[in-house]
């Protein structure tokens, strides 16, 4: 059976500093450079792409093997590529300069670089070091801090269309001999490049950090930058038992409120067509959106049925954020802002569907029981209310991204954690619903739905 004319393996394999390997030898660059030409040339039925560990070339890398023929090229640079596409995989003529012809030289390199790379594995196990990986995560940190500092100081907007590191500083306000030696971090780590002393963003960085709408996520990110401090503090918060440092939402002034939101924008934004599809709304005449946030869920529900009229919930300080969306939208007449407190306030009554977006998981089980009770009260008959959140696995151990945003939540509020569906249904049977399903979504977050 043949699903592609031609079926092309590229080493990825990365390793330990210092050790040759193809992703440390541009690997990344030949891949990227590939998936371009081969859309470019009109091959993307003809010609699949998979990553793969090393091929036993390390020294001689970025490899990669095109089959059926099983040609084995090295050595291969991104300017080489377009010529591979054309002439390979275009005309079926290999590209001879760049081909390993002896095919009994190239058994016996990888066999000799195979005994190499098991000698010095059965080396590193009994010398009792620290696994390579267990190190990079460990480590992994750095260059997390890295990058949030870059974006902090703004840096990607200040190289803009290339900049040397005084320049950078200069505009930054920031000491020129530091700034060299983040920028040249950020080089090592691919997010900038650097020739004859000038700095440049690569083309994600300046798409995602470099200032330029429409998809700067800057404002977004920034969110992330204050998450850091935190995180800083789990050892304490471990100990005990609860936030030591907590600012939830609005309790950290407006720049915090922005970034925030912000940050809640860009995935809500992206992520409610989809949860709009589930769920289903026509036919339903109001709806509620606790703990709305910008808006962004209650904006695509009343695009998709123009009868709904929508009220949004949360706290003083987020409508103002809120309403510029939806006025920006054109949809303020038929999306009501409302200030209060989610946790206590009477909620309303006769609303066709309640939904609680990214809300659960502030608050402890008690919370959400008392949450939940107040949305049943809100409810028209067959209303229903969805809940759109992390949801954990029965034993608590994944998805991993669900289990590590519980401990976000551990260093951010009293009592939030992630929850298993077992939880979210025993509680929305309990406030008394008497359908509850599960709606499985792309990504970590999925939806519960109880039915009044
Ligand atoms: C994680 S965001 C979710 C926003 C939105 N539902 C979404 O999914 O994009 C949590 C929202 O709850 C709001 N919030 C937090 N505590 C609240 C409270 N006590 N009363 C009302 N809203 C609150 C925050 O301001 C924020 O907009
Ligand atoms: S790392 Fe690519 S061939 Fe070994």
């Not at 066999?111 to 000698?119: I, M």
Request: aromatic share 6%; with cysteine; charged share 25%.
């Amino acid at each position: 059976m043949e699903a592609f004319r031609y079926h092309v393996f590229v080493c990825d394999q990365s390793k330990a500093e210092g050790v040759p390997c193809c992703a440390g030898r541009g690997s990344g660059k030949v891949m990227e450079a590939l998936r371009q030409e081969i859309a470019a040339q009109g091959l993307l039925d003809a010609v699949q792409i998979t990553l793969c560990g090393s091929l036993g070339l390390c020294e001689r890398g970025p490899n990669m093997v095109v089959y059926p023929e099983g040609v084995w090229y090295s050595a291969v640079q991104p300017e080489d590529v377009p010529e591979i596409v054309r002439s390979h995989f275009q005309q079926g003529r290999k590209v001879e300069r760049l081909v390993n012809k002896d095919a009994a030289a190239l058994k016996e390199e990888i066999q000799t670089n195979r005994n190499k790379a098991l000698a010095a594995m059965k080396a590193r196990e009994a010398s009792g070091e620290l696994p390579e990986e267990l190190l990079q995560t460990i480590r992994g940190f750095q260059e997390s801090r890295a990058i949030l500092t870059g974006i902090e100081l703004n840096i990607f907007a200040a190289i803009g269309n290339g900049a040397t590191a005084g320049q950078v500083a200069a505009k930054i306000g920031t000491d020129a001999r530091a700034t060299e030696m983040l920028l040249n971090a950020l080089v090592a780590m691919g997010m900038l490049a650097k020739s004859g002393g000038m700095f440049h963003s690569t083309r994600v960085t300046a798409r995602y950090f470099g200032g330029k709408a429409p998809d700067d996520a800057r404002a977004a990110m920034m969110h992330i930058v204050h998450l850091w401090e935190r995180w800083s503090t789990l050892t304490e918060c471990v100990r005990a038992g609860t936030s030591v440092k907590r600012q939830e939402a609005a309790e950290g002034g407006d720049d915090w409120t922005e970034s925030f939101i912000a940050a809640m924008h860009r995935n809500a934004r992206a992520r409610a067509p989809q949860v709009v599809e589930a769920v289903g709304i026509q036919g339903a005449r109001r709806m509620l959106d606790v703990g709305g946030g910008s808006g962004a869920y209650s904006i695509a529900f009343a695009q998709a049925n123009e009868m709904l009229q929508v009220e949004l919930l949360d706290l003083p300080e987020v409508l103002p954020i809120a309403q510029r969306h939806i006025e920006e939208a054109g949809l303020g007449h038929r999306i009501k802002t409302r200030a209060g407190d989610l946790r206590t306030d009477f909620l309303g009554k006769g609303f066709d569907v309640i939904l609680i977006s990214a809300i659960c998981h502030m608050l402890g089980p008690e919370g959400n029981r008392n949450l939940l009770k107040r949305c049943y009260e809100a409810l028209a008959p067959e209303g229903r209310v969805v809940i759109s959140d992390f949801i954990l696995e029965a034993d608590k151990t994944g998805p991993k991204q669900a289990a590590l945003f519980a401990l976000n939540m551990l260093v951010g509020t009293h009592d939030g954690s992630s929850y298993s569906e077992s939880e979210y249904g025993g509680w929305l049977r309990e406030a008394g619903f008497r359908k509850v399903c599960r709606m499985r979504l792309p990504g970590p977050a999925h939806l519960m739905v109880g039915t009044r």
